[in-house]
């Protein structure tokens, strides 16, 4: 298994550029989420899905769209990119959506956004 | 509003000391607690994992923490640290009550050899 993969692992945006950050996972979970990771602000949950046509928002959702067409991938999108969503973004799954607190969360290895 | 805090941001040890990091979770009725580390360059990975039962978690590489729920505390300890243990740690809890875990703020350990 490639576990949950990101990509690109590096992005540099232009302020109002928008573009889709991708996360993928070959482990068939069902729940899948994204956060962003800021210094001294540890990692905040952006949007979550805890299966197929399924999301909801997390703490910091504005400004960022996600969908769930297949078990497999939850691109997140950056509808308007602005120079406050400078962060690192982490996709992360899980297997069970109803017992998802007793599970481990898998990471992805990040993505390095910049806007300028 | 459901919130974890970690109130030790950067923690600076000597190789051989002992290690405690503080975490604090809100009440919020049942919660599932975790500790997560990120070493450099690299991606998050579980520690150890809190649901019932005894207190006191081990996890990997010789580090333990103990769940006391009178204090809304997951504190994490290891006996005596090592160079490699140079990292950002990872306090979470998950609410029963909420489809979702959250994260403190982390604190970045540093181990001088």
């Known amino acids: 298994n490639a576990g949950v993969t990101q990509t690109p692992k590096f992005q540099v945006l232009k302020t109002g550029q928008s573009m889709t950050l991708q996360c993928a996972q070959d482990m068939n979970h069902e729940y899948m989420s994204w956060y962003r990771q800021d210094p001294g602000m540890g990692l905040r949950l952006i949007h979550y899905?805890?299966?197929?046509?399924?999301?909801d928002q997390g703490e910091v959702p504005n400004g960022y769209n996600v969908s769930r067409s297949t078990t497999e991938d939850f691109p997140l999108r950056l509808l308007s990119a602005a120079p406050s969503q400078t962060s690192v973004y982490f996709c992360a799954s899980s297997p069970d959506r109803d017992r998802v607190g007793f599970y481990e969360q898998y990471f992805g290895p990040g993505t390095r956004l910049t806007v300028t | 509003a459901q919130s974890v805090s970690q109130h030790n941001h950067h923690v600076i040890l000597s190789e051989a000391a002992s290690l405690e990091l503080g975490c604090n979770y809100s009440y919020g009725g049942t919660v599932n607690l975790f500790w997560y580390v990120q070493y450099p360059g690299q991606h998050l990975q579980l520690l150890l994992k809190y649901f019932s039962g005894d207190p006191l978690v081990k996890g990997i590489k010789g580090f333990e923490a103990e769940f006391i729920k009178s204090k809304f505390s997951f504190n994490l300890r290891k006996p005596s640290v090592q160079w490699s243990d140079t990292a950002e740690y990872f306090c979470a809890a998950w609410y029963s009550s909420a489809s979702k875990i959250i994260f403190g703020s982390g604190t970045r350990l540093s181990i001088r050899p």
């Open positions: 899905s805890v299966g197929a046509g399924i999301t």
